[in-house]
């Protein structure tokens, strides 16, 4: 498709700025796409690649009919997205979730959006505002905007941005795993059934390990991040056992649904899982092992668990601050500055998060921005919707004295007309989410 019209500018090469390049071009309009990476890089990315996956390689669940996320990819799906496009084709084992190869996903978008001939990728850093001159255009730049980007957009908002910490989980390499007390298996066996390895710790070891992890020396804070609340969604693991010496059992290292075929009547006091990160099944991740345990710590502390004796990391846990916009004071029902409608944001930076959240919220600002530039509408999905709950969270239905970040939830959609039974509710969401999507879609495609 060739066009005349002048490109629009979006910065920021992750997973809502990806997404928002392609769906401005799939409508024929041109893109010029910064990213400062290798310019200018973070202090959680490794590569260059747009749409690197940095914190997990899991968009989490891809049940439709019982998860708010699950109808999210779905819905995302359905519209034509990328990122989905690409995940999909790169998936790897993960039970009842979609994982997949980090490396071979980022750089198939990057390859699908760099062959494009409307989209022109520039790598450079954008240290202000976007000149006037660029006209309309969508920030997506995330959760590690880069200073001179962010002050400037403090500036223009009149509101403090608030920020809050977000940590990494290790990866470590398959082979260095001891298998002669590791086994694999799917918590109640979802997906094929063998998608996770299964780490066992006794009672005596799993106190020894909260014992570790609070005693463990970890990264310090400067002086202008001690006041920076953490997100629940993503905590480090010293964090959640400070909460208490059975937190973690009841989290990510729950011991239910799972049997070590060694020992099947004995059963573990808790279970650390690791999940593939990668298609050949070489690297995998320590499930909500996010942490901010000094390297020496972690390499001292995670070898104690039962399995990783001698495991070898690909990559040890890190920690990074994020800052994000109060969307709900700033921005208008189509993600535009109230007060600089010129500038659209997207992504993590508009207080959504995980990787679907804001590839969502990059869609529908490409979408946004492509209706203005033709001239057409494109109306907000319903609130019934995953895409339009979380729209209507982030644009005015969060209280923007205590907004923080959110991940998509059954708890954002409105109530239910009538009542049903606790188990059956979920199911229900799913029924009326699918529905009123679908008569959006219709009134979409019929361009009323």
């Known amino acids: ?51 690197e996956l940095v914190c997990s390689n899991s968009f989490r669940s891809d049940d439709a009919t019982n998860s708010a996320v699950g109808i999210l990819h779905q819905e995302l799906r359905d519209l034509g997205s990328i990122i989905f496009e690409c995940a999909d084709t790169h998936k790897v084992p993960a039970g009842g979730a979609l994982a ?19 989209v022109t990728v520039e790598r450079e850093e954008i240290v202000g505002l976007p000149p006037e001159e660029w006209g309309s255009c969508i920030i997506a730049t995330g959760p590690l905007t880069s200073a001179g980007l962010a002050e400037a957009v403090h500036e223009a908002t009149g509101a403090d941005a608030l920020a809050f910490f977000d940590a990494i989980a290790p990866i470590l390499y398959k082979d260095s795993v001891n298998f002669d007390k590791a086994w694999f298996q799917s918590r109640y066996d979802k997906g094929t059934g063998t998608d996770y390895i299964n780490c066992p710790m006794t009672e005596e070891q799993y106190k020894e390990f909260i014992q570790d992890l609070n005693d463990g020396d970890k990264t310090e804070f400067k002086e202008w991040e001690k006041d920076t609340p953490y997100f629940d969604g993503c905590l480090p693991i010293e964090v959640m056992a400070e909460r208490g010496p059975e937190t973690l059992r009841y989290g ?31 690297l995998y991740n320590i499930v909500g092992f996010q942490t901010k345990l ?8 995670f070898k104690k668990i039962p399995g990783l004796e001698n495991v070898e990391f690909a990559r040890l846990g890190g ?44 869609m529908l600002a490409g979408r946004f921005l492509a209706a203005e530039k033709l001239g057409t509408d494109f109306s907000i999905p319903p609130i019934t919707t995953s895409l339009g709950a979380l729209m209507s969270h982030i644009t005015g239905g969060a209280d923007a004295k205590t907004f923080q970040p959110m991940n998509v939830n059954f708890g954002l959609y409105p109530p239910l007309d009538v009542r049903v039974k606790k188990k059956e509710r979920k199911q229900a969401y799913a029924i009326r989410a699918a529905s009123e999507f679908l008569k959006w879609r219709e009134t979409l495609d019929s361009g009323h």
Do not use: C
């Open 1 to 51: 498709m060739t066009t005349a019209m002048d490109p629009v500018h979006v910065i920021g090469g992750g997973l809502a700025g990806s997404e928002a390049t392609w769906q401005l071009v799939s409508q024929g309009i041109p893109v010029i796409l910064h990213e400062m990476r290798p310019v200018r890089g973070t202090d959680a990315h490794i590569t260059e690649n747009l749409a």
């Open 100 to 118: 997949v190869d980090r490396h071979g996903f980022s750089a198939a978008v990057q390859e699908k959006l760099e062959n494009h001939p409307l």
């Open 252 to 282: 990510p290292m729950k011991p239910v649904g799972l049997t070590d075929p060694k020992n099947p009547t004995v059963k573990p006091y808790a279970i650390v899982q690791l999940r593939q990160d990668n298609k050949l099944g070489t």
């Open 294 to 301: 000094k390297y020496a710590e972690q390499n001292r502390i």
């Open 319 to 362: 920690l990074h601050r994020n800052t994000f916009i109060n969307s709900p004071k700033v921005l208008d029902e189509q993600l535009r500055l109230k007060n600089l409608p010129r500038l659209r944001f997207a992504g993590q930076i508009t207080g959504v998060e995980g990787y679907v959240e804001s590839t969502a919220i990059g």
